[in-house]
């Protein structure tokens, strides 16, 4: 036994992602629901440190209040508002 050749090796991986892929499915998913509702809650603080700024209110832009947003959504933007102003 000489071991695995390349193309073995290589067959072995992708039978091994694909597996991975099929168990962890929903989870996968779940997980790149959040990123994207992430994402979309990084620009809409973006925009909102724009526009925010005429009417004396400002977020921070970062990876955390996104999070905050992507997983709260609207509720969540206004928990991000009450907080903003309960420590000020």
């Given at each position: 036994?000489?071991g695995?050749?390349s193309?073995?090796?290589w ?6 992602a ?7 499915h929903?989870?996968l998913?779940k ?5 994207a ?9 973006a ?8 009417f ?8 955390l ?9 609207v ?6 508002l009450m907080?903003?102003w309960?420590?000020?």
């Open positions: 036994m000489e695995f050749s193309l073995q090796l067959l072995v991986i992708f039978l091994a694909v597996i991975a892929l099929v168990v962890f929903k989870a998913g997980l790149l629901g959040f990123l509702r992430t994402g979309v809650g990084l620009v809409f603080l925009l909102f440190s724009h526009i925010g700024g005429f004396g209110v400002s977020l921070g832009v970062n990876l209040n996104a999070a905050v947003l992507g997983l709260l959504g509720p969540g933007f206004g928990l991000l907080l903003h309960a420590l000020l």
